[in-house]
């Protein structure tokens, strides 16, 4: 949790740069006197906006969605297969089961 907790930090610092990079560059756009400077403005804008687009998405929460169906019916700690079930069905198989292979899995 510590370390998805620090990259979480990261990128979001990432993405606030970018966001305050972005809003300068609109800020600048009305200076702009050659086309050059609209090219290299524009370069700008494509390469931060990609950078925050990477960032966003490491900071969505990622539920391994390829292959949480075929592994629901024998885990159920991870929190994308414990959405699949109901607080009651949790709490019986939290009892009844030894979580030694749950947590090794």
Not at 19 to 38: H, K, M, R, S, W
Not at 54 to 73: H, N, Y
Request: with cysteine.
């Amino acid at each position: 949790m510590d370390w998805t907790g620090k990259v979480d930090g990261k990128a979001t610092f990432a993405l606030t740069v970018q966001a305050a990079l972005l809003g300068a560059a609109v800020v600048l756009l009305p200076d702009i006197n050659t086309c050059l400077e609209y090219v290299l403005l524009g370069g700008s804008v494509i390469f931060v906006a990609a950078g925050a687009v990477c960032a966003a998405l490491i900071v969505a929460s990622q539920l391994r969605g390829k292959s949480l169906a075929g592994e629901t019916a024998s885990n159920f700690i991870y929190f994308g297969h414990a959405r699949k079930r109901g607080p009651e069905r949790i709490t019986r198989e939290l009892r009844q089961t030894d979580l030694t292979e749950q947590l090794a899995r």
